[in-house]
């Protein structure tokens, strides 16, 4: 199912498991589109501990893991644990009471805005960006810009799952990119 990058024959055994927890819904949300759903991955404790410990491992120095709405906050948070950083959410649009910098990008179905708080992240700050599935890039490349707009150094983005045939790492270039599992 998956290309890993993996460093031993457990963490890839270990990997293999998550990707059988993650499950297609066809024409979700909307008909032609084939969703990856990672709920089954979170709801696991044993692969939501792979995921978390796999990500923790490429923060490095960041001073703050930015977690991209929704399941972003999640493994974001968690990440942001293990790694012994703070954590900052990137939201939806209307969520937020006050905003620092707003970008509206264009998703494989429809378009989306993404916000950033207000005095969370300082600028030179050092972020990693977490999220759940990186896809066309759309996400990532907007929660990228929000953290620039802000003066903040964005040291690296990783993800659970890419879709690598549509082209969501090019979009990201030059910041490293890392994926957990790749379809």
Do not use: C, N, W
Not at 7 to 22: M, P
Not at 70 to 78: D, H, M, P, T, Y
Not at 108 to 136: C, N, R
Request: proline share 5%.
């Amino acid at each position: 199912m998956s290309e890993l990058d993996v460093s031993d024959a457990e963490t890839e055994a270990a990997l293999e498991r998550v990707a059988a927890l993650i499950r297609d819904v066809p024409d979700y949300p909307a008909p032609g589109v084939l969703f990856r759903d990672i709920t089954p991955v979170l709801a696991d404790p044993e692969a939501f501990a792979t995921v978390t410990t796999e990500l923790a491992s490429l923060v490095g120095d960041a001073d703050v893991v930015v977690g991209v709405e929704a399941r972003g906050f999640l493994i974001g948070a968690a990440v942001a644990v293990v790694a012994g950083t703070g954590v900052v959410p990137v939201r939806k649009a209307g969520k937020l009471p006050r905003v620092a910098a707003s970008r509206t990008y264009d998703l494989e179905y429809g378009s989306a805005t993404l916000e950033l708080s207000a005095d969370t992240v300082a600028p030179g700050a050092k972020v990693f960006i977490v999220d759940d599935v990186l896809a066309t890039g759309g996400t990532g490349v907007a929660a990228y810009k929000l953290l620039a707009d802000v003066g903040a150094d964005v040291i690296g983005f990783a993800v659970l799952l890419e879709l690598g045939a549509l082209g969501g790492r090019e979009q990201l270039a030059p910041i490293p990119v890392h994926a957990l599992l790749s379809l």
